[in-house]
Structures are given as C-alpha cells and as structure tokens.
C-alpha cells in the first residue's frame, strides 16, 4: 500500500527541488523558481513529480476494473487532501472510480465523512465527482449530514450540500440503484424547476427559501 499521507511531504519536496530531483541541488542549491532551469531539469523535475502520482492514477485504473486493490491507495489520497497543480482532476477521477468500483466495505464510514468535509470546498465542476462518490456510500446519516449543511448559514456550504443531494438520486437511478435505492430515506427528488433555479455562489446567487428546505 501506498499512503498518501507522505504525498504531501513529497510533492512539497519536489515542489522545492530536494533530492527527488538532486540534480538541482548539487548544481546550484538554489531554490528552482528563483532562478531560470535547464530543459534536461525541468524535464526531470516533471519524471519525478510524475512518478509520485503513479500508485493514485494505478489505484483509479484498478477501481474501474473491479479491483478493490485501489481501495487504499484511493482513500487515503483522498482523506489526504494533497494540495498541487493537477490534485484537483486527480481527486475527481478517483472520486468517479470509487463509485463505479468494488464495494468500498470498511471504508464507507470514512468517504461519508470526507463527502461532509469536503463538499462545501469543492469547485462547482467538482460537484458531480462528490455525488457519484455520495451515492456510492448513501444512507441516512450521510443524508442528515448533508440535509444540516443545506440548512445551516453558510451560504457556499448550504448551496453546495443542495447541489450534491439533488444529484444523488439521479446517479443512483441511473445506475440501477446499485442497491442503494432504499436508503435514500424522505431525501427530497428535487425536480429540474428546483435544480436550475440554484446558481452558483459567486454569480447572482439566491439563496434557498425557507420553504425550500422544509421540503
């Protein structure tokens, strides 16, 4: 298994131009992006970064094939919440794999967790990854945890605990249910009326009325 915990010393590590790339260090210990770079360094640098992603990008392919060997490697990328250029994209493809995957047994207390955590930090493009991920693990806890988000003052927090759940029956639906049909409890199907008048924070948002959330 491979933690992602160390990722986040690792990528700063190489952020920085330590031993994962020595070259740099040995010729000038100055820090890279403070001074200009060969191609052969900069191609190095990006060898090296690459390959510390290897072990999540493998964990996302395997999840898709039906092998739960990805479930450690992906949880624990997630759970790390490594901050970098391209984490992001990275994130949302282990996301979708984990919902498609095996069943992710033991680990589905922690990934409600982390949708809880994770959803109001989320970019709005990321959203749909966190349903596909929410329906995976779905049940009445996890839909009281984010039914208190959308009712809470946060406004960010609350829109986007809103856009999640609307998903979540439809992903589920989508997939035949996947067994989970029957724990989406008195979840509201929030109709296309509804899901097309929530807007995005930062642009001209409203927010929900009280009516709205009372369901």
Wanted: aromatic share 6%.
């Amino acid at each position: 298994m491979t933690t992602a915990y160390p990722l986040l010393e690792r990528v700063y590590a190489i952020d920085n131009g330590d031993a994962h790339v020595p070259e740099l260090n040995r010729r000038n210990p100055t820090s890279p992006r403070s001074r200009t770079v060969t191609h052969d360094e900069a191609m190095a640098y990006w060898v090296a970064f690459r390959a510390l992603l290897n072990p999540y990008e493998l964990a996302a392919h395997q999840l898709r094939q039906g092998n739960a060997a990805g479930l450690d490697d992906a949880v624990a990328y997630l759970d790390a919440r490594p901050r970098f250029f391209g984490s992001g994209y990275l994130a949302e493809e282990l996301m979708h794999a984990l919902s498609v995957g095996p069943d992710p047994g033991s680990y589905k207390p922690l990934l409600r967790r982390l949708v809880v955590r994770d959803t109001p930090l989320l970019p709005r493009r990321s959203l749909r990854y966190m349903a596909q991920l929410a329906a995976r693990v779905w049940d009445e806890s996890l839909d009281h945890d984010l039914t208190r988000l959308e009712r809470g003052p946060a406004h960010r927090a609350a829109w986007t605990a809103r856009m999640v759940r609307t998903r979540v029956p439809l992903v589920l639906v989508s997939r035949g249910g996947q067994g989970r049909l029957g724990h989406l409890g008195k979840m509201r199907q929030l109709d296309a009326q509804i899901c097309s008048a929530a807007r995005f924070p930062e642009s001209n948002t409203c927010r929900p009325t009280d009516g709205d959330r009372s369901g």
